[in-house]
């Protein structure tokens, strides 16, 4: 069992892309930033010093954190954020976790740029679960704005408007071969004839759901958000913002230059999605001096923008390895709407919404405000009161079709407020998510800190607990932290709230949490030693 150190300054780095010079703010002057590797036990020691002007904090998205939430990082959720001059110091320690997770920025829209990937191998001298491959590589699949992207949702914010769309997609934060100015410095991943590579792909772009394929190659799945699967041959996969996708890619196809390319999935209606394909090239190396380098990369074919059904196939292939031991009986059994709501201009001011509204997101009609004088976790360690109502609603306020076309506007206009739903230690959780079409029909990636859950079925339309919960996969379900909603559509998750302290839920999409697509959950101590909530560090950042 490793320590490992590391120091984050997060500063302002000056990049070009798409032809321009920018100052954007990294973390050590890297786009990406630095690749953590670890195996499972290991214990991490993060410092992060802010030599930024923003606040700042880092999330590890997807480490369970057990007992450890003071390290979990969404500002003002499990602390104060890290003011520019500041520091704090994350500890905690990988338990039972194998594969491929990420770390961002849980700060405004920072995360925009301060990204990196957190690569867990197995236990010292422990195997994987498939044939070991002969190299690795993280691919970092992105979102570039020539606009500073805090001033994007600024900007947005001040009017209700939606923010603009980025500029491009990346893939390790270059836009490729298919942008202006961007050719020489197209990511190539270089492979050898015959050898097996581990691609560990993250998406960790703001607000773009990313369809993925690569010229010529099959894609074995082997694991997801830190979890091994059943292994399966696929040509495209598909990543919400949030979710890890670990392949296998043999190189067995002629020696030459292959595109892996990424585009835009989304199923929202009259949202110019389809505008921008990133590239890396897969390169033999033994193309590397016969001519062929010149010669121009084929592009794999992608699905259309639109092309819910790929989505779909590709996520219902992903499962658990072996069977699973389900969690069960239910203790809690809940039902949470998500989706997007437009909220009246107040007298007086300009809006930049639909019609003059407001965009406002929620779950149960619950718009999320974040506190701004204490994180949620240290006002329930210290029992501060009129930060937060532990009475999020365990269901929707009103029954009605969520996914019509035809919904009236006055039926869901969220409420703005900090609620958060109290779990006993240990309780089993079962939450419907229920996507809704209010003002648009959209995917979500909703995300859960602290946990993995099972995803037990998705489907599509209104979740009927009479019929639906016989689609329940109790058998083999995948165990992931990131589930795709889909479209006018639902999702079963089910988890043991076994590890306490405050945790979010929220939409992946950044534009999304902005809106208040999120909630928290409050889990309580258990009664062992092993089940209570670790003193908080002494250096966490004052508010
Ligand atoms: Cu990766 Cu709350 O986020």
Not at 58 to 68: A, D, E, P
Not at 160 to 186: V, W
Not at 343 to 363: D, E, K, Q
């Amino acid at each position: 069992r490793e320590v490992h150190k590391h120091d984050f300054l997060v500063q302002e780095t000056p990049v070009k892309r798409l032809c321009k010079a920018h100052n954007i703010i990294t973390v050590n002057g890297m786009f990406p930033g630095p690749t953590l590797e670890v195996n499972d036990g290991d214990t991490l020691v993060v410092r992060v010093v802010n030599r930024a002007r923003y606040n700042v904090t880092i999330h590890w998205h997807g480490v369970r954190q057990m007992r450890t939430g003071w390290a979990d990082g969404p500002e003002f959720i499990t602390q104060c954020p890290i003011r520019p001059g500041g520091s704090y110091t994350y500890r905690f320690t990988i338990q039972g976790q194998q594969g491929t997770l990420w770390w961002h920025a849980h700060s405004s829209w920072l995360r925009a740029t301060v990204y990196g990937a957190l690569i867990i191998h197995p236990k010292k001298d422990a195997p994987y679960p498939f044939t070991k491959p002969q190299r690795e590589v993280p691919i970092l699949l992105g979102e570039w704005w020539d606009a500073n992207p805090i001033d994007v949702i600024n900007a947005a914010t001040r009017t209700g408007a939606a923010p603009n769309t980025s500029d491009a997609l990346t893939i390790n934060s270059q836009p490729g071969d298919l942008f202006k100015c961007s050719s020489k410095d197209t990511t190539v991943i270089p492979v050898r004839a015959g050898e097996t590579n581990l691609f560990r792909f993250i998406n960790a772009a703001l607000n773009t759901e990313i369809f993925v394929a690569i010229a010529g190659h099959t894609m074995t799945v082997v694991g997801a958000d830190a979890s091994y699967t059943k292994p399966f041959k696929t040509t495209v996969l598909m990543l919400g913002p949030g979710q890890t996708t670990d392949v296998l890619v043999t190189a067995d196809q002629p020696p030459a230059r292959y595109y892996i390319a990424g585009r835009a999935f989304s199923s929202a209606p009259g949202v110019p999605f389809d505008n921008t394909t990133t590239t890396a090239i897969l390169q033999y190396k033994s193309t590397c001096c016969s001519g062929q380098p010149g010669s121009q990369p084929i592009l794999p074919t992608l699905p259309a923008f639109n092309d819910t059904n790929s989505a779909t196939t590709f996520a219902n292939g992903i499962k658990s390895p072996s069977a699973v031991k389900i969690p069960s009986p239910v203790d809690e059994n809940l039902v949470f709407t998500v989706g997007l709501g437009l909220l009246n201009c107040p007298p007086g001011r300009t809006c930049g919404g639909p019609n003059g509204t407001i965009f406002a997101a929620s779950m149960n009609n619950v718009s999320f405000v974040l506190p701004s004088t204490i994180s949620l976790l240290q006002a329930h360690q210290m029992g501060t009161s009129n930060i937060f109502s532990a009475d999020f609603p365990a269901n929707p306020p009103v029954q009605f079709d969520y996914t019509g076309t035809n919904i009236s506007r006055s039926l869901w206009q969220p409420v703005k407020d900090t609620k958060l739903y109290k779990l006993k230690y240990g309780s089993v959780v079962q939450i419907v998510l229920q996507g809704t079409s209010i003002f648009a029909a959209e995917s979500h990636p909703i995300h859960l800190h602290g946990y993995d859950f099972y995803i037990l079925a998705t489907g599509s339309g209104n979740f009927n607990s009479g019929t639906d919960t016989a689609k329940f996969n109790l058998v083999d379900p995948p165990l992931r932290n990131t589930v795709n909603v889909p479209a006018s559509g639902w999702a079963v998750i089910r988890f043991v709230a076994d590890n306490p302290g405050v945790w979010l839920l929220h939409c992946h999409l950044d534009v999304h949490i902005t809106w208040g697509l999120a909630m928290a959950f409050l889990v309580e101590d258990g009664v062992g030693e092993l089940e209570t909530l670790e003193a908080p560090p002494l250096d966490l950042p004052p508010c």
